[in-house]
């Protein structure tokens, strides 16, 4: 197992049974049923939602699983069906690009490809399909007009996580572990050393990332988060935040473990079932609000007014934030006063967040 480490002090940073066989090597499987869907409102005619994972899939409790549960929200509200897609180990932009195009070609809309290494294929497939909206979550390198580029202010979140972990430490020593060390994952990491630094600028922060690329498993490794998170508690950090998907579900069972504190990642993740054996020790999570943006993305075409271009979710419009669910986090009050003040200046633009 390859591990980058950079162990030293930063200046900042069930549904529906039917299971639907796609056709071509690749391509996944679907976990909801589908329907043609003609609404009272008569603006939507399209099949429904089409969403394909990123890579960790269904059931990461995390990033994945905020996605769909946007879809299950629209699904119900609109009354709308939807075909949720797994993506394959080792898999090529090809595949991607195929995955997308069947979803494209049996109706779907809006399509959405969870995750910035859909990139490519939604650039591509968006140009064959102009009648057809698409989104993608994290990248905002594809300029079309009918596709929506899904982003967040991650550093902000990250930057109250920061706050919270510098607080909660009892010994000035709090770790970060990132699941595949590029841009993306900097700004987490970036708003997180910001963000205890302005609590206590001579904290000790271990930081982490278990691979180079996703290809080598850093968002679908439980098992090197587990192992990253156990070398940051021996070496003395006792609160550990990850920014690295399934992977992270390793570093919050081995916090728990290990009896200190994980501070979780996009979804609420101290209320994610598959956790709850550990959630004592889940001191909050960095909130990234993707299933509203899912929500958001399908209202706007079933209204007829699709959405287009950069959609950002920041602390100002409650598509980031921080989860307060753990009752032992809510009894520290000095905690809880730091974060909300930290959120406020923020908002207020008294505190500008690095990304980098």
């Known amino acids: 197992m390859r ?35 003609e609404t009272e409102s008569g603006k939507y005619s399209g099949k429904g939602i089409g969403l394909a994972y990123d890579i960790g899939g269904k059931g990461d409790q995390s990033f994945n699983d905020a996605a769909y549960a946007g879809l299950q929200k629209a699904e119900k509200e609109f009354g709308i069906s939807g075909r949720d897609v797994e993506p394959q180990d080792n898999e090529t932009d ?56 899904m982003v967040f202010h991650e550093e902000q979140a990250s930057y109250l996580a920061g706050v919270a972990a510098a607080k909660a430490s009892k010994k000035a020593h ?19 050393v910001q963000g205890a630094k302005s609590v206590n ?7 982490q990332y278990l691979t180079e690329t996703p290809q080598e498993g850093g968002f679908s490794s439980p098992d090197k988060g587990k192992d990253a998170a156990g070398g940051q508690i021996e070496a003395g950090a006792d609160v550990i935040y990850h920014a690295a998907g399934l992977s992270g579900q390793g570093v919050i069972t081995e916090a728990a473990a290990k009896k200190v504190w994980a501070i979780g990642v996009d979804s609420d993740q101290y209320n994610q079932s598959a956790l709850k054996a550990y959630k004592d020790y889940i001191l909050g999570s960095a909130l990234k609000n993707v299933g509203g943006a899912v929500y958001d993305l399908v209202k706007s075409v079933y209204e007829g007014k699709p959405l287009s ?9 409650d598509g980031v934030g921080f989860a307060d669910s753990n009752p032992k986090y809510k009894a520290m009050t000095d905690v809880v006063d730091a974060v909300n003040k930290a959120k406020q200046d923020i908002i207020d633009g008294k505190v500008t967040v690095n990304t980098k």
């Not at 039917?18 to 043609?36: I, Y």
């Not at 600028?201 to 930081?207: D, L, M, T």
Request: with cysteine; hydrophobic share 45%.
């Open 174 to 192: 709090i770790g970060f572990i990132g699941g595949v060390d590029i841009p993306l994952i900097h700004k987490f990491e970036a708003g997180y």
């Open 3 to 37: 591990l980058i480490s950079r162990n030293r002090r930063f200046s900042q940073a069930a549904v529906t049974a039917a299971v639907v066989a796609l056709a071509a090597a690749g391509c996944g499987e679907s976990s909801t049923g589908s329907k043609a869907s």
């Open 94 to 149: 090809a595949d991607k690009v195929q995955r997308l195009t069947q979803l494209a070609q049996a109706g779907y809309n809006p399509v959405i490809g969870v995750g910035f290494v859909y990139g490519p294929a939604v650039k591509e497939v968006a140009a064959k399909f102009p009648n057809t909206t698409f989104g993608i979550i994290d990248d905002e390198t594809v300029q079309a007009k009918n596709v929506a580029d």
């Open 309 to 317: 271009g950069a959609v950002r979710g920041s602390l100002s419009n």
């Open 201 to 207: 600028p001579s904290i000790k922060i271990e930081s």
